[in-house]
C-alpha cells in the first residue's frame, strides 16, 4: 500500500486491513517513498536525506498505532525508501516481496484532465501484480457493496476483494449488477466465481444478489446503483462495446460520478486463479 501523504490515508489502511480480515499469515505493507532527483545525492548531504527518511518512518508509526487496535500493529509493516521513480519502485518492491496486490489511493494530477493520469495510471497500466485504487469518498461504514459486473479477469478480482470484505463483515452485503448492453449480451458469472458462490455458506450467501440489469449506458447504470451503495468496486474493463480508450474513460468518470467510495481493479495476470478457496475452506 504506497501512500504518499500518511495522515491523509487512515481511510485506504483501513479499507486494506478489512480486505485482509483475520487471515494468520495476511500482511500489509505500508510503503512511503521519498522521490528525489537523479543527482540528489550531488544537492542533499547524507545527514538532510536521513531526517527525511526517519521523519516519514515516525509518520507511518504514528498512523498506524492511532488508527489500528494493538493486535492489528504487528501485521503492518512500514517500508520507507528513497527513489527516483516511485512507480517503478513501487513495482520492483512488489515483485521482490512477492505482493499479491497493490492498493493505492487516487490523487488527481495537477494540469492533467485524465483523473487516473500520473503516477496512478501508470501503476494501472504496466505493475507486474494486481492492482486496486482506492477513491475516497469519506467511507466510515462498509455495509452496502455494488460490483458491476460483465466476464473478465479484472471484474473477476472485484468480486474476489468483495467476497473478502463480506466473508471479514458480518454486517456486509453485495451486490454482483450484472449489465446487459445491445453490445455486450453476456451476463453470466465466470465459472470459477459461479462454482464459488455455490459453496458459500447459507448465512452468506443469503447476503449475495446478483440481479441483471438491461441498459444502453452502463455508466450511467453503474452511477445509479452506486447511490445506495457505501463502496462501488468495479474492474478496469473495455467489455462494454465502448472505445479502446475505456478503460481510462470508464474509470475517469466513475470516479469523477461515483455517489460512492470507489475502488478500481486491474488484474495482472489473464488467468483467474481459485484465491478465495482456502478462505471459503476456513
Same mark, same amino acid.
Given at each position: 500500500?504506497?501512500?504518499?501523504?500518511?495522515?491523509?490515508?487512515?481511510?485506504?489502511?483501513? %479499507?486494506?486491513?478489512? $480486505?485482509?480480515?483475520?487471515?494468520?499469515?495476511?500482511?500489509?505493507? *505500508?510503503?512511503?517513498?521519498?522521490? @528525489?532527483?537523479?543527482?540528489?545525492?550531488? +544537492?542533499?548531504?547524507?545527514?538532510?536525506?536521513?531526517?527525511?527518511?526517519?521523519?516519514?518512518?515516525?509518520? *507511518?508509526?504514528?498512523?498506524?498505532?492511532?488508527?489500528?487496535? =494493538?493486535?492489528?500493529?504487528?501485521?503492518?509493516?512500514?517500508?520507507?525508501?528513497?527513489?527516483?521513480?516511485? /512507480?517503478?519502485?513501487?513495482?520492483?518492491?512488489?515483485? %521482490?516481496?512477492? $505482493?499479491?496486490?497493490?492498493?493505492?489511493?487516487?490523487?488527481?494530477?495537477?494540469?492533467?484532465?485524465?483523473?487516473?493520469?500520473?503516477?496512478?495510471?501508470? @501503476?494501472?497500466?504496466?505493475?507486474?501484480?494486481?492492482?486496486?485504487?482506492?477513491?475516497?469518498?469519506?467511507?466510515?461504514?462498509?455495509?452496502?457493496?455494488?460490483?458491476?459486473?460483465?466476464?473478465?479477469?479484472?471484474?473477476? *478480482?472485484?468480486?474476489?476483494?468483495?467476497?473478502?470484505?463480506?466473508?471479514?463483515?458480518?454486517?456486509?452485503?453485495?451486490?454482483? %449488477?450484472?449489465?446487459?448492453?445491445? =453490445?455486450?449480451?453476456?451476463?453470466?458469472?465466470?465459472?470459477?466465481?459461479?462454482?464459488?458462490?455455490?459453496? *458459500?455458506?447459507? =448465512?452468506?450467501?443469503?447476503? $449475495?444478489?446478483?440481479?441483471? $440489469?438491461?441498459? +444502453?449506458?452502463?455508466?450511467?447504470?453503474?452511477?445509479?446503483? +452506486?447511490?445506495?451503495?457505501?463502496?462501488?468496486?468495479?474492474?478496469?474493463?473495455?467489455?462494454?462495446?465502448?472505445?479502446?480508450?475505456?478503460?481510462?474513460?470508464?474509470?475517469? =468518470?466513475? /470516479?469523477?460520478?461515483?455517489?460512492? +467510495?470507489?475502488?478500481?481493479?486491474?488484474?495482472?495476470?489473464?488467468?483467474?486463479?481459485?484465491?478465495?478457496?482456502?478462505?471459503?475452506?476456513?
Amino acid at each position: 500500500m504506497p501512500v504518499a501523504n500518511p495522515h491523509s490515508q487512515e481511510g485506504l489502511l483501513k %479499507l486494506a486491513v478489512k $480486505i485482509v480480515g483475520q487471515q494468520p499469515l495476511a500482511q500489509v505493507n *505500508l510503503l512511503n517513498l521519498v522521490e @528525489m532527483q537523479e543527482d540528489y545525492a550531488f +544537492s542533499t548531504t547524507p545527514g538532510e536525506v536521513d531526517r527525511i527518511l526517519n521523519e516519514r518512518q515516525r509518520s *507511518l508509526n504514528q498512523l498506524i498505532q492511532t488508527a489500528m487496535p =494493538a493486535e492489528i500493529e504487528a501485521r503492518i509493516r512500514p517500508i520507507v525508501r528513497v527513489t527516483n521513480d516511485v /512507480a517503478r519502485e513501487t513495482s520492483a518492491i512488489a515483485q %521482490l516481496e512477492g $505482493i499479491d496486490l497493490i492498493l493505492m489511493g487516487w490523487h488527481r494530477p495537477v494540469f492533467d484532465q485524465n483523473r487516473l493520469g500520473g503516477r496512478v495510471g501508470k @501503476m494501472l497500466g504496466s505493475a507486474p501484480k494486481d492492482v486496486a485504487v482506492f477513491v475516497d469518498q469519506n467511507l466510515t461504514a462498509l455495509n452496502q457493496i455494488v460490483v458491476p459486473y460483465v466476464a473478465s479477469v479484472h471484474n473477476d *478480482l472485484a468480486v474476489e476483494i468483495a467476497l473478502r470484505l463480506m466473508l471479514n463483515l458480518p454486517d456486509c452485503h453485495l451486490k454482483v %449488477l450484472r449489465l446487459v448492453t445491445e =453490445a455486450y449480451s453476456d451476463s453470466e458469472l465466470s465459472r470459477e466465481f459461479s462454482v464459488l458462490l455455490e459453496q *458459500l455458506d447459507p =448465512a452468506i450467501g443469503n447476503r $449475495i444478489e446478483t440481479p441483471i $440489469i438491461t441498459t +444502453s449506458d452502463p455508466i450511467a447504470a453503474v452511477v445509479e446503483a +452506486s447511490r445506495s451503495a457505501d463502496l462501488t468496486i468495479a474492474g478496469a474493463s473495455r467489455e462494454w462495446g465502448l472505445e479502446r480508450q475505456t478503460l481510462g474513460r470508464y474509470a475517469d =468518470a466513475l /470516479a469523477n460520478q461515483c455517489h460512492s +467510495s470507489l475502488l478500481i481493479t486491474r488484474k495482472y495476470s489473464q488467468v483467474t486463479t481459485p484465491h478465495l478457496v482456502s478462505l471459503l475452506r476456513g
